[in-house]
């Protein structure tokens, strides 16, 4: 649940803080899919590409969402639509990260799985059913972070490459 519509439920007075947190989560998405798009394209230039604008679209459907704050039953389908894209963006992630060469495999694997989550839950939820396999499948997205914290200083190399 975002912090928007935790403020609404309860009531609560949007801050001015809250707002510009939600909108530097969004920045951020942007942020990192074009980082993103840098660190894989020796991989696939073209499928960087794609990963990197799934997540975009992803921010902008986010955002959209947060327009509809006020009716959380059409916030909620919007983000669940906004999940699919981003779960497509992982989908592609993992299939770069794993073709790498310069990353391992397993994170690659686990980037894909956790993929599963955000395109299978929402797709149910749209069906009727109330299904969370999302959270089981992060894995892969917190694991990557860290390795490209600890590790990713040394990929200079590779991503300097043309």
Do not use: Q
């Not at 803080?17 to 998405?29: A, C, E, M, N, T």
């Not at 006020?70 to 963006?89: E, K, R, V, W």
């Amino acid at each position: 649940m975002s912090v928007l519509a935790i403020i609404f439920l309860l009531n609560l007075k949007p801050t001015i803080y809250s707002i510009v947190g939600i909108f530097l989560i969004i920045i951020l998405d942007v942020t990192v899919a074009v980082a993103l798009y840098f660190l894989l394209r020796p991989v696939s230039k073209n499928i960087s590409m794609l990963m990197s604008l799934f997540r975009i679209v992803y921010a902008a459907i986010f955002t959209t969402a947060l327009y509809k704050i006020h009716d959380l039953t059409a916030f909620y389908s919007i983000l669940d639509l906004g999940y699919i894209f981003f779960g497509i963006h992982l989908f592609l992630l993992g299939f770069l990260v794993y073709k790498s060469g310069y990353m391992p495999k397993w994170l690659g694997a686990l980037i894909f799985i956790a993929s599963t989550g955000y395109i299978i839950d929402p797709l149910l939820r749209f069906s009727g059913y109330a299904v969370e396999i999302g959270m089981y499948t992060f894995f892969g997205e917190v694991l990557f972070a860290f390795w490209l914290v600890i590790k990713g200083r040394k990929l200079s190399e590779v991503v300097s490459t043309p």
